[in-house]
């Protein structure tokens, strides 16, 4: 039986290239979006085999809506190997401007919350299995701000904290939390930038 990977933001950018390279290292996927169109459209046009994969449909901006595509993962596919929580969003915002006070809202709803959410249903099993990988996706951003993307860099610095926290928690119940920073990326989220 493959391994399982679980990818939130599975339909474009880092996201979709981490489930093509998973899938190519003999890993069965979860892939969670909102987008579950582009997802479709992806995995017709890599071949993917039917049984290797299901599709997600999540906003976890709403934790409810992560939660639920958790617990239907678990109950479809069973406990992840790994679970890479990597949906998120980037939109500049200008602390001065009261509507950038919501855009920063909306931002920590997305990377932080939904995050902690995206984890949520799996610790517990993973915990009682003995092993398991909760992935957080980070950014170099969470290190050093960038002017004008005050929220984002913000989230990504608590992505890097939470994870951090996380870490000493599961520790010692075999189950790894790793965090990835990565620079700036052409995707799509960036090419708006």
């Known amino acids: 039986m493959s391994k399982l990977v679980l990818i939130t933001g599975a339909s474009s950018g880092i ?9 190519q290292a003999g890993y069965s996927l979860a892939l969670v979006a909102r987008r579950t169109q582009d997802i479709q459209t992806w995995a ?4 993917l085999t039917a049984q290797r994969f299901q599709i997600y449909s999540a906003d976890v901006s709403s934790i409810d809506s992560i939660v639920a595509a958790a617990q239907q993962c678990l109950e479809r596919q069973g406990v992840p190997d ?7 969003i980037s939109i500049g915002m200008d ?11 909306r931002t920590f709803a997305t990377n932080n ?3 902690a959410a ?9 915990v009682q299995r003995g092993s398991g990988q909760l992935v957080g996706i980070g950014s170099v951003a969470g290190i050093r701000g960038l002017p004008g993307h005050g929220a984002y860099c913000a989230s990504k610095a608590a992505v890097i904290a939470y994870c951090e926290s996380l870490r000493g928690e599961l ?23």
């Open 118 to 126: 995206t984890f949520h249903a799996f610790i517990a099993p993973m």
């Open 113 to 115: 919350t939904g995050l």
């Open 82 to 88: 790994v679970v890479i929580a990597n949906a998120g």
């Open 15 to 23: 996201g979709q290239a981490m489930a093509w390279r998973f899938y």
């Open 95 to 105: 602390s001065a401007e009261r509507q950038d006070l919501d855009v920063m809202a």
């Open 171 to 193: 520790r010692h119940h075999g189950v790894q939390v790793v965090t990835i920073c990565p620079g700036y990326i052409d995707t799509p989220l960036t090419q708006k930038n």
């Open 44 to 47: 017709k046009e890599k071949s």
